[in-house]
C-alpha cells in the first residue's frame, strides 16, 4: 500500500490480556517507529527499528512492553498483562532513512481500551 | 530536560482572521517538524524546518524557525474552517542518531464560521 498500515483500528481487551498490535510500513523504508499518544497529548516515543534491529527502546514504559520486527519489514508491539494505564492510541511511522531530513510517515493508530 | 512547549492549546478562532502559534524548545536543535491531525485520523507532516531563518509556506500556513530563540511560528492567514484540526511541533534533539523527537502537546484549532 502507498501509506503506513496498523491493525487492528480499535482493540478492547481485559485488564490481564495480552494483546498484539501490528505495523505494516511504506514498503522499503528503513527506519518503523512505536508511538503510544494518550488523549489531548502529543505522541511519546517507544522504540525504533532500522530494518531489525531495535536500536532504542528507551519508551517502553514497563517489561510488559515488547516490539519486534524481525524481518525488517512488518512490526509487531506486544503487551502483556494490561493494565488500564496502557489505554491509548498507539501510533507507528515509518521513516525512509536512517538519518536524512524526512518527516515520519504515520498510520491511523491502534486505539486500545483495557478495561 | 527535554521540553517541547506549545502555546496556545486551544484556539477558537473566526474564518478570515490571522493568528500565530508558538513552540517553544529547550535545547539546541536545528531540526524542527510541523504535524496536522484530525480527529482519529493519521499524523500528517506539513513542514520540515532544518535551519536558522527557514521559512516555509504551502496555501494559508506559513512556518519558521529561529534556532537562536529556540522558536517556531506557525501562522495561519486568513483563516478557513478547514483548517481546523490539532497542530503539533515535534523537535530532533539528537543529531546523531536522528530519530527520536520530542513533541508539543499540541494546539487545538477550531475556526468557526
Known amino acids: 500500500g502507498a501509506g503506513v498500515s496498523q491493525s487492528p483500528r480499535y482493540k478492547v481487551a481485559k485488564r490481564g490480556q495480552d494483546v498484539a498490535l501490528r505495523c505494516d510500513p511504506i514498503?522499503?523504508?528503513?527506519?518503523l517507529f512505536w508511538y503510544q499518544q494518550a488523549l489531548g497529548q502529543g505522541p511519546e516515543f517507544l522504540t525504533y527499528f532500522q530494518n531489525e534491529a531495535q536500536l532504542d527502546k528507551s519508551g517502553l514504559p514497563s517489561d510488559r512492553f515488547f516490539a519486534e520486527r524481525p524481518e525488517g519489514s512488518v512490526s509487531t508491539l506486544k503487551i502483556q498483562r494490561t493494565q488500564q494505564e496502557d489505554s491509548a492510541v498507539y501510533l507507528c511511522a515509518s521513516k525512509s532513512m536512517e538519518k536524512g531530513n524526512q518527516p515520519q510517515h504515520f498510520g491511523d493508530g491502534t486505539r486500545l481500551s483495557i478495561l | 530536560e527535554l521540553k517541547v512547549e506549545q502555546n496556545p492549546l486551544f484556539l477558537s478562532m473566526q474564518e478570515g482572521k490571522n493568528y500565530t502559534i508558538y513552540c517553544n524548545y529547550s535545547t539546541t536543535s536545528d531540526r524542527l517538524y510541523w504535524y496536522r491531525q484530525d480527529p482519529g485520523k493519521s499524523l500528517e507532516s506539513l513542514f520540515v524546518l532544518l535551519s536558522n531563518g527557514a521559512v516555509k509556506q504551502e496555501g494559508r500556513l506559513m512556518a519558521s524557525l529561529d534556532t537562536k530563540a529556540r522558536l517556531s511560528t506557525l501562522h495561519i492567514t486568513a483563516a478557513v474552517h478547514d483548517l481546523s484540526a490539532t497542530y503539533f511541533c515535534?523537535?530532533?534533539?539528537?543529531?546523531?542518531?536522528?530519530?527520536?523527537?520530542?513533541w508539543g502537546a499540541g494546539t487545538k484549532l477550531i475556526i468557526k464560521p
Open positions: 514498503s522499503g523504508h528503513v527506519s
Open positions: 515535534a523537535v530532533d534533539f539528537d543529531m546523531d542518531s536522528n530519530y527520536q523527537l520530542i
